[in-house]
C-alpha cells in the first residue's frame, strides 16, 4: 500500500515509514522506523496505509493523537471523488476493450471495504457497507467514476500488469482517438455479482500468506458476523453470481457457511474458490444441498509433490489428491459444471509446472491457471527477489522460468498462464460483461446464460 501511495502525489514526501515488523533500515531511499523508536509523535503526521488498520488507530489515539488532525488513513486521501475524476479524465490512455464489470461486480472484503471489480486489478475502494447503505455504496459519485474509467477507455484505476485482459494490449494515445457519440452505458439496479472476501479463517498456514493458522476470534469474530448479516439481508436477495470465498477458506468458515445456507442465497451461478483440503463428499453434501445452482470449483494447490506442498502450504497432499479425485468424478458427472486447479508460481516450484499440467490433464480439469507471485507484506524487497519468478520489472519471466514455459506440455490446451506474460497472445475479446464470467468461460464453454 505505500508504494501503491508513492505513485500518487502526496503533499509532502515521506520522512519515514513507520513499520513494527522492522527488517531493514529503509525503502525506496526513505527510512524505516520502529514505533519504539519515535519519542514524539507530535512531530509527524501520519497516513495510515494498510487497509486493516483498527489496531493502529487505537494505539494512535492512547497516544493521544487525533484522528484528521495528527494522523489520517490513506483512503481519506485518495479517495476525494475531484481527484479520482481529474485522474481519469486527464489520462492520456486508451485501451481498445469494453469490460463492464465494473457496472455489475461488488467485492465485500474485511471490515466491510468494498471494491468494484478484483482486488488484485482494482486498489480503488468504494465506500464500506457499514457506512453505507447498499444503494448508497453501489450508486455513488465514486462508483460512478469508476465506471466512468472504462467507459472512456483509459481503464485508469485498473491495474494493467495483473488483469490478464490488458496482456500483450497495446496502449493507445485517447488524443488520437475518436469521440464516440452515445450514451453512457447504465449500472445495474444491484451488484448482481458478488465476491465475498471478508473473513480470513483458513484451516492452512500457507508461507506467502500467514505464519500460523487462523480462525476469527473476538472482535474480529464480532465485525465477521456483522458482515455475514449485512450481506444476507441486503446483497443476497439480488445475487445472480456468487464467489465464494476471496479470503480464508469457504469450507472452514461458520460465516460462509451461514451465507450459502441462508434463505436469501438463491443465485444463478456458484463458483467456489477453496484450497480443496475439506472438499469432501460430506461437505459437498451439505452444500448441495442448500443450493441448487450451476457450481463451479477453483482449487489453489501451488504444487504437484507431496514434499513441495508440505513446505508451500503445510497440507496433507494425499488428502488433496483423494480429493481432487472426487471433484473430477463430480465434474465428469455433471455436478460440476467446472473444475479449474491454480498454481502460484515462485522459486520454490516453478519445477513442478509440467507435472502440475499433466495432473489436471489426468483429472480432466478444464483449466490450470498460473499466476505470478505477489508480495503481501510477507517478504522484505530483497526477500521476494528471490522468491520471486519474475524480474525486478514484475513482468519478464526470469530465464530459467522462461525456459520451462517452452516445454510442448506448458502448450496444451488446458493452460492458462494468468499474468505471467509471456508468450501471450492478445484474447480475442468483444465485450466482456463480467471478468470472472470471462475467465470461465475461456476454457469451460458456455456457462452463464
Not at 40 to 49: G, K, L, N, R, T
Request: hydrophobic share 35%; with cysteine; glycine share 4%.
Amino acid at each position: 500500500m505505500c508504494q501503491f501511495l508513492l505513485k500518487h502525489k502526496l503533499p509532502k514526501k515521506p520522512e519515514a515509514f513507520i513499520d513494527s515488523f522492522k527488517r531493514s533500515e529503509s525503502h525506496t531511499g526513505i527510512p524505516i522506523i520502529h514505533p519504539d523508536e519515535v519519542q514524539d509523535w507530535s512531530q509527524y503526521f501520519i497516513i495510515v496505509a494498510v487497509t486493516k488498520d483498527e489496531e493502529i488507530r487505537e494505539k494512535l489515539l492512547l497516544l493521544g493523537l487525533m484522528e484528521n488532525r495528527d494522523f489520517i488513513g490513506y483512503k481519506c486521501i485518495l479517495e476525494f471523488p475531484s481527484v479520482l475524476l481529474r485522474q481519469t479524465i486527464f489520462d492520456r490512455s486508451y485501451y481498445d476493450l469494453d469490460c463492464n464489470t465494473m457496472r455489475n461486480h461488488l467485492e465485500i472484503l474485511s471490515n466491510g471495504d468494498t471494491r468494484s471489480c478484483c482486488t488484485t486489478f482494482v486498489s480503488q475502494s468504494l465506500d464500506n457497507i457499514f457506512d453505507k447503505e447498499r444503494d448508497e455504496v453501489w450508486h455513488s459519485v465514486l462508483h460512478k467514476i469508476l465506471c466512468l474509467s472504462t467507459e472512456n477507455k483509459t481503464f485508469h484505476f485498473c491495474d494493467k500488469s495483473m488483469c490478464p485482459l490488458f496482456v500483450a494490449k497495446k496502449r493507445e494515445d485517447c488524443v488520437d482517438m475518436p469521440v464516440e457519440d452515445r450514451p453512457y452505458k447504465p449500472i445495474a439496479p444491484f451488484p448482481e455479482t458478488l465476491a465475498l472476501g471478508y473473513d480470513s479463517s483458513c484451516n492452512l498456514a500457507c508461507i506467502t500468506c500467514r505464519k500460523e493458522v487462523h480462525f476469527a476470534k473476538g472482535k474480529e469474530l464480532e465485525v465477521v458476523n456483522k458482515i455475514a448479516d449485512k450481506v444476507i439481508t441486503d446483497y443476497l436477495p439480488h445475487c445472480k453470481f456468487l464467489i465464494l470465498a476471496g479470503s480464508g477458506e469457504v469450507f472452514a468458515s461458520p460465516s460462509y457457511r451461514s451465507i450459502y445456507e441462508a434463505e436469501t442465497c438463491n443465485p444463478q451461478y456458484i463458483r467456489l474458490l477453496s484450497n480443496g483440503l475439506l472438499f469432501t463428499p460430506v461437505n459437498w453434501e451439505k452444500f448441495k444441498k442448500a443450493n441448487h445452482a450451476k457450481i463451479m470449483l477453483t482449487v489453489s494447490v501451488d504444487a504437484a509433490s507431496e514434499e513441495t506442498y508440505r513446505r508451500i502450504r503445510g497440507g496433507n497432499f494425499n488428502v488433496l489428491k483423494q480429493n481432487m479425485k472426487f471433484a473430477s468424478e463430480l465434474r465428469r458427472k455433471g455436478e460440476l459444471s467446472y473444475f479449474r486447479m491454480n498454481f502460484v508460481v515462485q522459486r520454490e516450484n516453478y519445477k513442478e509446472m509440467p507435472d502440475f499440467v499433466r495432473w489436471g490433464q489426468e483429472l480432466g480439469v478444464d483449466e490450470v491457471f498460473f499466476t505470478k507471485i505477489l508480495n503481501w507484506g510477507t517478504y522484505t524487497p530483497e526477500e521476494f527477489e528471490q522468491v520471486s519468478m519474475m524480474q525486478k520489472d514484475g513482468i519478464t519471466p526470469k530465464p530459467e522460468l522462461e525456459e520451462l514455459l517452452e516445454q510442448s506440455v506448458m502448450k496444451s490446451d488446458i493452460v492458462d498462464l494468468g499474468t505471467i506474460q509471456f508468450g501471450h497472445k492478445v484474447d480475442d475479446i468483444g465485450i466482456v460483461e463480467n471478468y470472472y464470467m470471462w475467465e470461465l468461460e475461456k476454457r469451460g464453454g458456455k456457462l452463464f446464460s
